[in-house]
């Protein structure tokens, strides 16, 4: 079973702090993708990578920033959190298609 | 841009109703096109369809797609209390990224 986690289910931060999101894979995916998920929004793509050292902006990349040293994890870093940014936040793999999600992470901005 | 339309937004139905869900979809090089169910945490894959007309079936859910008019449904029969969740649509166009509807929260009462 391909399992995906992250590394916080639910997160606190104060307005300003830099936080950091991680996520990993264990299937050898090379495909990984952020989202955020917030009511009547549905999933929005923040940032994907194909590959190692590898990123592409997503739908909604603005006051976010990924890193991706290694093949297994994909990072997601709020430089500066803003309230706004208060949010579900769900990381996926997949090899072709099909996407397999973490549980996600909770993020609260005060 | 492309564009993912889930209806409808929410519903509340009996055990042993049959329900359907609504996808359409705009979308750019159309590959293919899948349905998750979303509890309290990951979203779980349940259907991918690529081909006009051929339903697919799990249990008492199935779903079809329709490429000429841009839709796809997503019936559930005899609903149980355990369906209840958000159903997510997703439609995959350029390269592995997928585009997500906002969702439909079904709430199955007992």
């Known amino acids: 079973d391909v399992k995906v986690t992250q590394s916080s289910r639910y997160l606190v931060k104060r307005t300003g702090e830099k936080v950091f999101l991680e996520c990993v894979q264990d299937m050898d995916h090379e495909n990984m993708f952020w989202y955020r998920q917030d009511p009547g929004l549905g999933l929005r793509l923040i940032y994907f990578s194909y590959d190692v050292k590898m990123k592409e902006k997503g739908d909604i990349p603005e006051g976010y920033s990924v890193s991706r040293e290694k093949k297994e994890r994909f990072s997601l870093i709020l430089e500066s959190a803003s309230t706004n940014q208060t949010s579900m936040y769900l990381c996926?793999?997949?090899?072709?298609?099909?996407?397999?999600f973490g549980p996600g992470t909770r993020l609260t901005v005060t | 841009e492309d564009k993912v339309v889930q209806s409808p937004l929410s519903l509340v139905v009996h055990e042993g109703d049959t329900v359907t869900l609504n996808c359409s979809y705009e979308v750019t090089n159309f590959r293919s096109l899948l349905w998750y169910k979303q509890e309290k945490k990951a979203p779980t894959f349940l259907f991918m369809l690529?081909?006009?007309?051929i339903e697919k079936k799990s249990g008492r859910l199935s779903s079809i797609l329709d490429k000429k008019e841009l839709f796809s449904i997503l019936n559930i029969t005899a609903t149980q209390t355990g369906d209840s969740a958000v159903y997510l649509c997703?439609?995959?166009?350029?390269?592995?990224?997928?585009?997500f509807g906002a969702g439909t929260i079904l709430r199955v009462k007992s």
């Open positions: 996926a793999s997949s090899l072709s298609t099909e996407q397999y």
């Open positions: 997703a439609v995959q166009g350029y390269g592995n990224k997928l585009v």
């Open positions: 690529t081909s006009s007309g």
